[in-house]
């Protein structure tokens, strides 16, 4: 074989490699954001689950507020329906049905035999746990897609993503205090 | 940049432990040959001593990486719970592992009303963390939080590692000194000033046998201080880290001044595991505590690092008791 033939070879060989790596590595990245998101998808289907628990657990101890557990009852239906919207439909109004539980939840305050009430209790403790993982289920779907994105959008990746079809993904809503991100104080004292 | 400080921060806490650890086995081997040699009157002796400290503490280090979780916690007496024993203890923790992107630890409860905590473990495959039952009565769901995400914070930063292996060589370094002074002040050393006498020997041996001596008062000091500076230090990390996990810095705040101002002792806790509590649970040590040989920054400072976080004016320790609503 003579010299000029090997070096083609190998720089066709290089170059496939590095064309893989590149496709192998993002694809990696798109399959953490979907995995991110079906660990949504889990916590959101478990919320919708619970709710209709809690209402028929309070809606016979409460007279006036009947208004509160429409709202949440609309809410929740909205948010189910949303799902197949895409995810900033869906968190908008999955922000719509956390705003109405804390109104629920605010009532709930108003009447001591519910607060007393270990089924109520146990309903609301769930519910707590659920929104805060779906809360850290969105800053860990951010930090996945930001990863993503900044990976798609530079050299050398970004030649390749656009033809081997790599598309930039949407964030949820930041939420306001996901601004404020503390600084690590590492001075030795 | 957030992001990337927290794993400049893992990787430098990696490099810190490959570090420390170098440094206390080079003590224990240094130390090992010193007893060596003034113990059998010459350099082939000591070099036999050290191959054997540092095989010694090796030994246990290995031992230590591996069961050294179960160790800490049956000496504390925790049981494992599970989600119907304590729901909302295993709630929050599920919610922090997400934060934070680790597997599930197991979940301990130590029975005992001071409140603390602490997290074990050699990596974060194979974390455990236990709180007290104390913990979960005082504190509301957001201040548990605030502990939960501090003590994940130290299974993700990887120091839990760091606090099993070299809390055994450092151990092992106390132990080999302590053996060594016992052995010259009660009579040990006769054996070998006989042998001198007839080989000549004595003025070499009298001078290693000084050096022994002060290395084996020295040694455990220093590798104290060093694992005691490390061990400050990341409890302020571990705190910030938390707030970084949970971003909300006023549960930890809370729940660090109530647990300050709580007056119950930990009596499972002592000096060999006080150091992997969510604070000191030796209360006449906390007094003290901005000094050389305390496991944790003093809580007021530690407060008053979360407090800048977010842009408050630091607190005195009067104003700290109104903050726990304990007084």
Redesign the interface.
Known sequence: MELPLIIIIAVVVLLVVFVVGIYNSLVQKRLRIDEALA?IEVQLKRRHDLIPNLVNAVKGYMGFEQKVLTDVTNARAAAVSAGAQGPVQQAAAENMLTGTLRSLFAVVENYPELKANQNVL?LQ??L??TE??IS??R??YN?TVLDYNTAIATLPNMLLAGPLGFAKREFFDAEP??A???????S?? | ???E??YD?VS?NRRNSFLMAALVIVLLGLLGFTIGWAVFGDPSGGVVATGAAIGLGGLAGVGTYFRGDALVLSVSGAKEVDASQA??LL??V???V??A?IPMPKVYLIDDTAPNAFATGRDPQHASIAVTTGLLEKLD?EEL?GVIGHELSHVRNLDIRFSLVVGVMVGAIAILADFFLRFTFWGGGRGSRDRDSGSGGGGAQIIIFVVAIVLAILAPLISRFIQL?VS??RE??AD??A???T???YGLERALAKISGDPEVLEVANRGTQHMYFTNPIKKLEARSSGLMSTH?AII?RIN?LR???GEPPLGSSEAATLSGLE
């Open positions: 660990q146990e403790e769930q707590t746990t805060n993982q850290f289920s800053q860990h930090a205090e996901a404020n991100v503390p600084n690590v104080d590492l030795l004292s | 940049m957030a992001r400080s927290f921060q430098a729901p909302q709630n929050v599920q919610e922090m997400i934060a992107n769901r939080q500076a400050r230090q302020y990390l910030a880290s707030v970084e996990l971003r909300n810095p920054p400072d690092r800048t976080l977010t």
